[in-house]
């Protein structure tokens, strides 16, 4: 059975999705080249996790290092902003389902994250602290190719992440097909794509820098929680 849904973006401006939307969707291991680097099998299957929308911070805000937290680790990716609710979505139909775009952080706590893998738990605490979804303004839907868009990052003046989205396992097509068979994808929703090679740690101090080529930067520094 196959039940897509109507645009229901009434009242609501998409451009505004940090303030209403309600999810934000993980896909994990989703590069080739940091699966590769990482010494991980590819997967299989999309692995995903969920971020509170309390994790968002906005350009002027600052990224917080938990306290107890050494190894706060960066992950730059392509946020796609659903815009048009829908559940069990056709792949060849899913880019009907795209809103817009936006250029996202996801925060991880990387001492947490090894944890709870070797333990076999989940990865909320690891994701979801507050801070943990630093995202870019809005970005009109034409202004990007999710198939070959270039991402980078830099901490401080290093540049430590520089990929393209070519290099998804999962593309985004596949991933709001396969996440609505799961979760009724709403407007203002937001699928973290995966993240490219080059992933590593910040401390208090530093100042992460990201773009999309030619599109859009975003720049947030690091501090300690209080």
């Not at 389902?97 to 989940?122: Q, R």
Request: net charge negative; aromatic share 8%.
């Amino acid at each position: 059975l196959t039940v897509t849904g109507s645009c229901t973006m009434a009242n609501k401006d998409i451009k505004q999705f940090v303030e209403f939307g309600k999810k934000i969707i993980g896909a994990g291991r989703n590069y080739r080249s940091l699966a590769t680097e990482q010494g991980n099998p590819i997967p299989e299957e999309p692995m995903l996790f969920l971020k509170p929308v309390s994790a968002y911070v906005e350009m002027g805000g600052a990224i917080e290092v938990p306290q107890k937290e050494h190894n706060l680790i960066h992950e730059v990716e392509l946020g796609v902003v659903i815009g048009k609710e829908g559940r069990n979505i056709p792949e060849s139909s899913a880019m009907d389902y795209v809103g817009g775009y936006t250029l996202a952080l996801d925060m991880t706590a990387g001492d947490i994250h090894c944890a709870s893998k070797k333990k076999g738990h989940p990865w909320s605490v690891a994701k979801g602290y507050d801070t943990f979804c630093p995202v870019s303004a809005f970005i009109e839907p034409e202004k990007i190719d999710p198939s070959d868009t270039k991402l980078w990052l830099k901490v401080d003046d290093t540049l430590r992440q520089n990929g393209s989205t070519n290099d998804m396992i999962f593309p985004v097509p596949y991933l709001i097909s396969y996440i609505s068979h799961i979760f009724r994808l709403e407007v203002g929703d937001v699928i973290l794509t995966g993240t490219p090679a080059g992933v590593g740690p910040v401390k208090p101090g530093q100042t992460i820098s990201a773009g999309i080529e030619g599109v859009m930067e975003i720049s947030f520094p690091v501090v300690e929680r209080k």
